[in-house]
């Protein structure tokens, strides 16, 4: 097999040379054999890698929206940085004992959440929480990770499954991550995947979280039934770029439980994209918590809610079984508290009585089915790369 990615990278090399000028960077070992030891292991061509960096986004994805991508300005999607999380993503030796990876509790099908209340870990302990979908979380303007927001970004993140006792595993008990980087230095496929994202072959904490990251990152949804329809009416001047006009693929009931999503409460709405803003479906930052038991103090966040009919359960503790369920949290259950957000109270502070007929109720869930995308759920760019 040819290897076409040397000149490649020393042309890259030669560029940097002329523009920073620092210092000499360190010289590729990339092993001319590199394609074919990848291709022991994983299903990756590492001479054509899939596009991750240039995903292309439909016209309702503005200016506006774009310019809302959380990702710092030293860690850009690049492909091989991406495909490089890709495979850590999926690999099970990231594991104390070999058998649990990410996406074993992010399962590309279900939306990179699972169906399990809590989910197992590497020991068959289970989560305190359940597992969150991934997809446009570089849309979270937020920026923090977690239900509970604890991970200060999506590269604080990455690691800290590997290191959760429960998760998978490499806490301090067995000498930490830095005996996960040894593990790894030893399966042959690291190195050359390293070299080709970061330059050279050093397998380090702060690289593993920076592809990680930037696979985690490129999971975007742009293309469920509600983009389609979003697309054929996008016009920019309108408020919400158009948004509330109905969409002519959607059912009448399906515009309906739009319309409700969309229109704050004083309008007859039910107000929900004060907070899962359309349409990305991402959180607002400024969101506080939804009022689930009464005294809550935690403020916390959820995922987008693209894909979110593709499986319960739902919220920090996959309390909630059905979408129903959720509908009617929010139409007659919402508990005071101090972290429950003025979004979801009434004009003197009590919590918000929506009082929908069953119908609107309904036409809610119908709505909420139409936020699955499964163009990310089949994309074979987040598909496991393992053999
Ligand atoms: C054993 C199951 C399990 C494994 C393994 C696991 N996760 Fe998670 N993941 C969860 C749970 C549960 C949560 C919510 C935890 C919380 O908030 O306390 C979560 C939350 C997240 C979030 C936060 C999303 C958001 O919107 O805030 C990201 C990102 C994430 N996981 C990525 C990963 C990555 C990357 C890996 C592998 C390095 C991984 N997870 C491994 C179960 C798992
Ligand atoms: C004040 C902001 C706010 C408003 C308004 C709001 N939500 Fe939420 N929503 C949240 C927060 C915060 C969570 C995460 C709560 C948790 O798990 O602790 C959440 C969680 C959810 C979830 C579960 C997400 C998951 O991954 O399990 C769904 C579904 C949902 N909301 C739908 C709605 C609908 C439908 C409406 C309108 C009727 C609505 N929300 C209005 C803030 C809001």
């Known amino acids: 097999m040819k290897n076409n990615l040397a000149p490649a990278i020393a042309l890259g090399f030669a560029f940097l040379a002329m523009t920073s000028c620092?210092?000499?960077?360190?010289?590729?070992?990339?092993?001319?054999?590199?394609?074919?030891?990848?291709?022991?292991?994983?299903?990756?061509?590492?001479?054509?890698?899939?596009?991750?960096?240039?995903?292309?986004?439909?016209?309702?994805?503005?200016?506006n929206i774009l310019a809302n991508d959380n990702a710092p300005s030293i860690n850009r999607v690049t492909d091989a940085g991406a495909v490089l999380g890709r495979v850590l993503f999926y690999d099970k030796n990231l594991s104390r004992n070999n058998s649990v990876a990410c996406a074993s509790c992010h399962i590309q099908e279900k939306g990179?959440?699972?169906?399990?209340?809590?989910?197992?870990?590497?020991?068959?302990?289970?989560?305190?929480?359940?597992?969150?979908?991934?997809?446009?979380?570089?849309?979270?303007?937020?920026?923090?990770?977690?239900?509970d927001k604890r991970a200060i970004d999506l590269e604080d993140q990455s690691t800290m499954p590997i290191k959760d006792h429960t998760e998978m595993g490499f806490d301090d008990s067995v000498g930490g991550i830095d005996s996960l980087l040894r593990k790894m230095k030893a399966l042959e496929y690291y190195p050359i995947l390293f070299e080709q994202a970061f330059g050279t072959t050093d397998i380090t904490e702060d690289r593993m979280q920076r592809a990680i990251a930037q696979f985690v990152?490129?999971?975007?949804?742009?293309?469920?039934?509600?983009?389609?329809?979003?697309?054929?009416?996008?016009?920019?001047?309108?408020?919400?770029?158009?948004?509330g006009a109905p969409f002519p693929n959607f059912t009448p009931q399906e515009n309906q439980g739009k319309a409700l999503f969309l229109s704050p409460p004083n309008a007859g709405g039910a107000g929900c994209a004060g907070c899962h803003q359309p349409p990305t479906f991402a959180l607002n930052a400024n969101s506080l918590s939804n009022g689930l038991d009464l005294g809550e103090t935690t403020v916390f966040k959820a995922p987008t809610l693209k894909n979110i009919g593709l499986t319960g359960?739902?919220?920090?503790?996959?309390?909630?079984?059905?979408?129903?369920?959720?509908?009617?949290?929010?139409?007659?259950?919402?508990?005071?508290?101090?972290?429950?957000?003025?979004?979801?109270?009434?004009?003197?502070?009590?919590?918000?009585?929506?009082?929908?007929?069953a119908n609107q109720k309904q036409a809610l869930v119908a709505f909420l089915q139409t936020l699955s995308d499964e163009t990310l759920i089949t994309d074979s760019r987040f598909a496991d790369p393992f053999k």
């Open 217 to 243: 990152r490129s999971m975007v949804s742009t293309d469920s039934k509600f983009d389609r329809g979003f697309a054929q009416v996008f016009n920019p001047a309108a408020p919400g770029a158009g948004d």
């Open 313 to 357: 359960p739902y919220m920090h503790d996959g309390r909630f079984a059905t979408l129903e369920e959720v509908v009617e949290h929010y139409n007659s259950g919402i508990q005071p508290g101090p972290a429950l957000d003025n979004r979801l109270r009434n004009p003197v502070g009590q919590p918000l009585r929506l009082n929908l007929t």
């Open 22 to 63: 620092s210092k000499d960077p360190e010289p590729t070992v990339i092993p001319p054999d590199a394609n074919t030891i990848i291709g022991k292991y994983l299903n990756l061509n590492i001479n054509q890698l899939p596009n991750y960096a240039n995903p292309g986004y439909p016209v309702h994805y503005s200016n």
């Open 112 to 147: 990179f959440t699972d169906d399990q209340t809590f989910s197992e870990g590497f020991d068959g302990g289970l989560t305190g929480a359940h597992s969150m979908r991934l997809g446009n979380t570089n849309f979270y303007t937020g920026d923090r990770m977690f239900w």
